[in-house]
């Protein structure tokens, strides 16, 4: 069983829909939850990092962490067709390295 | 500020071959990561430096995979001999250090193909 699971997609949806991508985690030992957006041969880049369960906002973008049922999810509201990206779960025990999901393809229809 | 520099873009080698990839951090960043991200999959922790030492390589092959920082700043990371399996993305990263919500900047990375 893989550490991080997260869905593959692809997820299409129109512009100005409301989108919903999950991970969940089986290691107890993750503390801090973020969430990368990656762009087609481009690195990835940080959207969102939280620490405590709850929901933290940044814009467009709601983070929530459930550390009870292990379960991270990350909404973007309006979303726009330069939403179109992989988004990708990562988690860290407090080692400062990084353990990502398989990332979640989405694609924003004009 | 620069970002994290990577070369060569794009690599095509074939199997058996060697081939190194080099990375420089953004200027002042005391933590530096390789890691691999094969088609389809998210990045896998390859090794991770602190300055010029290693904090983490126990995901590394290190039957074929090779690593250094020298003087604490630019990291290399080679492969010999490559296998067919190698062919992935591999981006570096570096966080200032510090506390533990500083973030991770990546690389544009370096697409291996072993053919």
């Known amino acids: 069983q893989k550490e991080v699971e997260q869905d593959p997609g692809p997820l299409s949806v129109p512009e100005g829909a409301i989108v919903s991508l999950n991970c969940t985690y089986s290691?107890?030992?993750?503390?801090?939850f973020m969430w990368y957006r990656q762009y087609s041969r481009k690195g990835p880049e940080l959207l969102m990092y939280?620490?405590?369960?709850g929901n933290k906002e940044d814009g467009r973008f709601t983070a929530q962490v459930d550390k009870s049922s292990k379960y991270i999810s990350l909404f973007i509201r309006d979303s726009q067709p330069s939403d179109s990206a992989t988004y990708l779960c990562?988690?860290?025990?407090?080692?400062?390295?990084?353990?990502f999901g398989s990332g979640t393809r989405l694609q924003v229809q004009p | 500020e620069a970002g994290v520099a990577q070369s060569p873009r794009y690599k095509i080698i074939e199997k058996r071959q060697s081939v190194a990839f080099w990375c420089n951090p953004i200027?002042?960043?005391?933590?530096l990561y390789w890691y691999q991200q094969i088609l389809g999959q998210g990045p896998k922790l390859l090794i991770q430096?602190?300055?010029?030492?290693?904090?983490?390589d126990s995901q590394l092959p290190k039957d074929r995979f090779s690593a250094e920082r020298l003087k604490g700043v630019d990291s290399t990371l080679k492969i010999q001999p490559a296998k067919l399996e190698d062919s992935a993305v591999y981006l570096c990263?570096?966080?200032?250090?510090?506390?533990?919500?500083?973030?991770?900047?990546f690389g544009q990375g370096t697409r291996l193909t072993v053919v």
């Open positions: 990263a570096s966080t200032q250090g510090g506390g533990q919500d500083t973030e991770a900047f």
């Open positions: 290691n107890s030992a993750f503390q801090y």
């Open positions: 939280t620490y405590s369960s």
């Open positions: 990562a988690m860290d025990t407090g080692r400062r390295a990084l353990t």
């Open positions: 200027s002042g960043h005391a933590t």
């Open positions: 430096f602190q300055n010029n030492g290693v904090v983490d």
